[in-house]
């Protein structure tokens, strides 16, 4: 290894790894399949003599027409990033990520991001403060406390570490977001942006350029509301709002189908449940738990500034925490600790959206998202299993029954792979009570 890829691994990057091959190429195919003579396969072999694949690509983009882009896939990692930084990225819905899980890796030396053209007392306050909190996040391993609850008191200027897969347009949309739109006011994930931009431009010289206007003008995302002493959160679930009379809408999407009711658990393609429509409204979830919803990604979900998080100060308390009277202490001064670090902030001039590096991932919001019948029985096949994390399968538990109570024949089945398929899929993880597992989906 080079000293500049030594370099390239300690530091934060976002960075492009793979590309489709003759992806530019692929592209300018797409652009001129629809106007003109030829095979799909002559049309590609003619544009990799071509010399104006930019250029043609540029003015199909300049005229609506982005669908071309998506034919060219990029690889990303992302090294050293903020959990922020990860936030936000993973938003970006027509993507793939996998991160690496603060359920079951030891973050004690992973590292944090510092704004470094922030003014020094500001550097100063991060550097303690989450020196400060990840060593409470040591002390509470060593208690005994899962890595999956200590996780809560870590820092959203924690280093985390993720791969992405898109295609140029989501991409270019990330890009563009991240440096000229709503992730401007953030200087790490502007300067991410930049280095995307960078190596974007090698591939589709010009491109970005034409798209940059559209983004100057996405609002700033702002709280605006005042810093408020820390607390603990009650969760909540509502569903506010679903498709009228589900179960009749299911019964005849079947009937023009041609499909059996019974077979949407074994088919690979339910196309009859996306036409039902489940919104709920979750209060109290924490920032963690906000990553496992977002993963889903066929779903429309709104999320507040994080910031918002760190301003209201409210927070999970797991069970393995409160049992413990030491870890109990060390927990709830974690969050005092980060309360007292943002008021300082903020009287040192910091913008409100550097509040963001002092939300802690127990920190909790409100959010409401829309589910189809399909994704929410995909949701519930993985979240209310007992491999899922405490809070996101109770969150999932409780969606599914308000779920049974507004369509009970249209979600009927929906629950872990051992209720709705049947059999287990977790592997040597798995819990072995499907009994049980499936008297508590049932008693719901």
Wanted: with cysteine.
């Amino acid at each position: 290894m080079t000293d500049m890829n030594l370099d390239l691994c300690t530091r934060s990057a976002a960075q492009i790894i793979g590309c489709s091959p003759e992806g530019v190429t692929v592209c300018a195919s797409a652009a001129r399949i629809s106007t003109m003579q030829g095979t799909a396969l002559e049309l590609f072999e003619r544009s990799r003599e071509k010399t104006n694949n930019v250029a043609l690509v540029q003015k199909v983009l300049a005229s609506g027409h982005k669908s071309v882009m998506e034919h060219c896939c990029f690889n990303l990692a992302f090294n050293n990033v903020s959990i922020f930084a990860e936030q936000f990225i993973i938003e970006f819905r027509l993507a793939s990520y996998t991160v690496k899980s603060r359920r079951y890796v030891d973050f004690g030396g992973m590292g944090y991001y510092v704004d470094e053209a922030a003014p020094d007392a500001l550097q100063t306050l991060t550097r303690e403060t989450a020196e400060a909190l990840f060593a409470r996040y040591s002390r509470l391993l060593e208690l005994g406390i899962p890595k999956e609850d200590a996780r809560f008191v870590l820092p959203y200027c924690a280093y985390s570490n993720f791969f992405c897969t898109c295609n140029a347009r989501e991409l270019l949309h990330m890009i563009c977001s991240m440096q000229w739109g709503r992730g401007r006011v953030y200087p790490e994930i502007a300067a991410l942006g930049a280095q995307l931009a960078a190596q974007f431009e090698a591939y589709f010289p010009g491109v970005l350029a034409g798209e940059a206007a559209a983004y100057a003008a996405e609002p700033v995302p702002e709280a605006g509301i005042p810093l408020a002493a820390p607390q603990p959160a009650r969760c909540t679930v509502s569903l506010p709002a679903h498709s009228a009379a589900p179960d009749a809408l299911l019964q005849a999407a079947y009937e023009i189908s041609g499909t059996a009711p019974d077979a949407m658990h074994r088919t690979t393609r339910p196309r009859e449940l996306e036409l039902l429509h489940f919104t709920y409204r979750i209060g109290g979830i924490s920032l963690a738990a906000v990553t496992h919803l977002v993963r889903h990604r066929m779903q429309s979900v709104l999320i507040p500034p994080v910031q918002r998080a760190a301003l209201e100060a409210r927070y999970v308390l797991p069970e393995s925490v409160s049992a413990l009277p030491e870890a109990l202490a060390l927990y709830r001064g974690a969050f005092e600790l980060a309360g007292e670090a943002a008021k300082q902030a903020l009287n040192l001039g910091a913008a409100e959206q550097a509040l963001v590096y002092f939300a802690l991932s127990g920190h909790t919001l409100h959010v409401i998202t829309d589910m189809n019948g399909r994704e929410l029985m995909h949701f519930c096949r993985l979240r209310t299993c007992t491999r899922a994390q405490w809070e996101i399968r109770k969150i999932a538990l409780e969606m599914l029954r308000q779920a049974r109570a507004a369509a009970p024949g249209a979600v009927q089945g929906f629950g872990p792979a051992c209720y709705s398929l049947g059999r287990c899929t977790e592997g040597r993880m798995c819990c072995g009570h499907a009994d049980e597992v499936a008297a508590q989906i049932d008693s719901l």
